[in-house]
């Protein structure tokens, strides 16, 4: 492993942090071991990721408990993303590899390569893992064949690694160190079918695990995470996307409660491929003007193409009933160009602050907001407010439009977190609260 990387590992610094604050922003008073700093091991922190429900066994988990965790649930429902979720908030850096038929513990420990003209050892995850205490995650542990699975008892027991290959050092594991496991079946084998190469593990290796069972989000959930993703999408259309997602799984699991669709299918909708329809739906939009309906030619290219004839058919029927024809609203609310329409209300926030999020990586982030009132006892009516942020602070100006109006600086260590991204995002959701609509130009934001 190369100096400058490791560098970063040897000045961890493992601290005390309080539960609630750390997970969910309020203080709790539990104390849970994390790190004092990241490193470049440590997952990057999704400020928009929504915790599954089956989080809270993680965090009980992490709160106290030594034993390995093992997180099995569905293909896609989000086992990864939620470890490595907990695991940035808490600085922990995570060393992470996928299991697969051919994997040999030799992967987990590391292999002699060769460095600036000799022999050197290069740590594998694991070994890395237990010497400065980080989270081992193997992802795909019941494809691992059971004898390599099995070559990790002594591991899962709390017991050194010894690495014959790097003349017998011994690897005691550090008091940070933690053993995580996901796959899509409880290691006993898959019954369904679904899951081809999938291995029955050794029960003696399975019983030394906690279990986690984790199933897809709740549907206000999944709905949420539409509308953060793709602000442009309606709400009524990411609300029948999540109830089209959810009667798909019904036919996958045989509870099919959609008219006469009683079969079962052999794929199924995961919170991933859901995430891809609703970005794929949002790149075809144009093709409404075609006369081809965005949302069942993106269900082809984010799910239905893997399925048989059959099962597309299925599908298909399915979509006809659950998404009629987009009216012309519809279309012109998605389609159209942002420099041209107005947004009000939870939309507009939720597309501000999607292209705001990555703002600090540009010069200037613009909002340009304006009263939509009409009716001529409407004071407020043609009033503008433009907020323009830059490196030295928070420009704002507002006024009547075809007027020169008014105008005031705030330098940035005036603005909110020293951050005139945060401020101007502030101000404007105040501003839209207050009754404008958000005319975001594409030119400026």
Not at 211 to 237: T, V, W
Not at 429 to 439: E, F, N, V
């Amino acid at each position: 492993m190369h100096t400058n990387l490791t560098s970063g590992l040897d000045s961890l610094q493992p601290t005390d942090l309080d539960a609630g604050q750390v997970f969910s922003g309020k203080p709790s008073g539990t104390i849970v071991r994390g790190y004092a700093a990241a490193s470049a091991y440590t997952p990057t922190i999704d400020l928009d990721y929504i915790f599954h429900e089956s989080s809270r066994d993680m965090v009980v988990w992490f709160l106290s408990l030594r034993e390995p965790l093992y997180v099995f649930g569905p293909s896609g429902c989000g086992k990864t993303s939620c470890i490595k979720q907990l695991a940035a908030r808490l600085n922990y850096p995570v060393f992470e590899i996928t299991g697969h038929g051919r994997l040999e513990f030799a992967d987990l420990i590391g292999h002699l390569t060769v460095r600036d003209g000799n022999m050197a050892f290069e740590y594998g995850p694991l070994a890395l893992a237990m010497r400065y205490g980080g989270i081992f995650l193997v992802n795909e542990i019941d494809i691992t064949p059971p004898e390599v699975a099995a070559g990790l008892h002594g591991i899962l027991d709390g017991s050194p690694l010894c690495i014959a290959e790097n003349g017998g050092e011994l690897i005691a594991p550090h008091p940070m160190f933690r053993f995580v496991a996901t796959a899509n079946t409880n290691g006993g084998g898959d019954e369904s079918g679904l899951y081809q190469g999938t291995q029955r593990q050794n029960l003696a290796f399975s019983d030394r695990f906690i279990l986690c069972e984790m199933g897809y989000p709740e549907a206000n959930i999944e709905i949420k995470l539409l509308h953060q993703r793709f602000p442009s999408l309606p709400d009524k259309l990411c609300c029948t996307m999540v109830d089209y997602a959810n009667e798909v799984r019904k036919l996958f699991m045989g509870e099919a409660s959609a008219g006469n669709l009683t079969n079962t299918i052999e794929i199924t909708f995961s919170t991933r491929s859901l995430l891809r329809w609703g970005d794929l739906t949002v790149r075809f939009q144009p093709l409404a003007h075609q006369g081809i309906q965005p949302v069942t030619y993106a269900l082809d290219r984010a799910l239905a193409y893997r399925a048989s004839r059959e099962t597309r058919a299925m599908l298909h029927e399915l979509a006809q009933r659950m998404f009629p024809q987009h009216t012309e609203a519809d279309i012109k609310a998605m389609s159209s160009d942002p420099g041209e329409e107005s947004l009000q209300g939870d939309t507009a926030l939720r597309f501000m602050k999607s292209r705001l999020r990555y703002a600090p990586t540009v010069s200037q982030s613009r909002v340009y907001l304006q009263v939509e009132y009409s009716l001529p006892d409407q004071t407020q009516s043609g009033k503008f407010w433009t907020g323009e942020a830059r490196s030295e602070g928070l420009m704002l100006k507002w006024g009547k439009q075809g007027t020169s109006g008014q105008q005031r600086f705030i330098p940035a260590d005036k603005c909110e977190n020293n951050n005139a991204i945060l401020e101007l995002e502030c101000r404007a959701a105040k501003k839209l609260r207050a009754g404008y609509a958000l005319i975001p130009a594409k030119s400026s934001l």
